[in-house]
């Protein structure tokens, strides 16, 4: 049991809440814990995504600092996004979360 | 950084973040944490939330096996909310997100 002292405390943990409220938000960290991708890379990975859903979920994740987006001066112009060091410490909550679901959620790992 | 084997299998992740769909779920778990309590516990440690939020709240828990009702036969009846096995194992995810929070949302624990 948790400690008093160990409660969440409320702004950080809305801060950390709201980084998974969007529908794909999970879907595309999880996608690029595998590695830096390119948008139509993630379009293709993430079975009915919209262009509009991903391109919001991406900025929904650039502005909390999970995901950083690199652009390359190339023709067209490619642009490659990855994990920030804050994403891939997040992606571990969401391993756990994973965990927990399959420990008390009765759900598999399929 | 992840291997794909530990990315986040979705319905079991879906499942981990339906607990916390909720504005108040977090909030609720957080006073468990300190032990059983009753209704009116609760509603007095929880500012601002109705009668109405707070029993949807503890019904959305109840269903998904984060929290336990104890029923006493008193006149009135009281009935005791306390966090089962699976809520505990919850709030310690509750934890690592405040603390993805102070660590990365540049928010402190105040």
């Not at 999970?26 to 595998?34: G, K, T």
């Not at 590695?35 to 995504?49: C, M, P, W």
């Amino acid at each position: 049991m948790n400690q008093p002292s160990e409660i969440p405390c409320y702004p950080a943990i809305v801060a950390a809440i709201e980084v998974i409220s969007g529908k794909w938000s999970y879907s595309v960290i999880s996608q690029l814990c595998q590695g830096a991708q390119r948008f139509n890379q993630l379009q293709r990975s993430l079975t009915g995504i919209s262009i509009k859903s991903l391109t919001d979920t991406l900025r929904h994740l650039e502005q909390r600092g999970i995901v950083s987006r690199k652009v390359f001066p190339t023709v067209p112009v490619t642009v490659e996004y990855s994990l920030t060091e804050s994403g891939v410490a997040y992606s571990e909550i969401l391993v756990r979360m994973r965990d927990w679901g399959v420990t008390w959620g009765g759900l598999s790992l399929d």
